[in-house]
């Protein structure tokens, strides 16, 4: 698949540990919100996973029936070689997981690369690298899905980040119903959550909201 910035406006990041490790009822959650009209999905099994290597290729072949199924992108998180075993369309990597320029190497032209920058520093240095596709923000909001987050940078962080950036910017962290047109608002490219979708009483409902804001 072809990179395109508007991929990056309704981003659902999720793994099992983001459903209290229920497969099932993880899969029918992304499936929900792909019929709602999710953009992207990246495939994030992290933290609590209990999840074996051979395990997270079969669920990943699925989510990559999935994404085909709804003509939107599949990501991976950090993990470059399930990427490539499940044909990903892109692989999202941190600062602190495996180093950039090797995933680059390993996966080529095939895949895009979406990089985390939380800081001026780190930004100006994904500007230098033309295999970046998109840079990921956050967290904007203290979040609680991820363990190791970094503390929250805010709106108007996020705004400098965003006019900072050659690469579009995906805001990502705490982002709720209420702050979501404030992110919406600084410009960036795309929102991306985990909980805010994963923990709906309402899911096609919130979906819908977040696509409202890029109407
Ligand atoms: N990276 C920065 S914050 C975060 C990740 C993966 C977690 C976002 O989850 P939530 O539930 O949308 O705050
Ligand atoms: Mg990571």
Redesign the pocket.
Known sequence: MIFDPKMLQVYLVGGTQDVHNDIYAFLEKVELAMKSGITAFQY?E?GNSKLLPNERVDLGLELRTLCTRYGIPLIV??DYRLAQQINADGV???Q??TKIDQVSVAVGHQMFIGY?CNTPAEIERANLMDFVDYVGCGPVFPTKSKADADPAIGIDKLERLNMLSQHPVVGIGGINEKNMQLVHDTGVAGIAVISLVFDSSDLVATVKKLKKLYK
């Open positions: 994030r992290k998180d950090d999202h990597v941190g602190s997981d985390s």
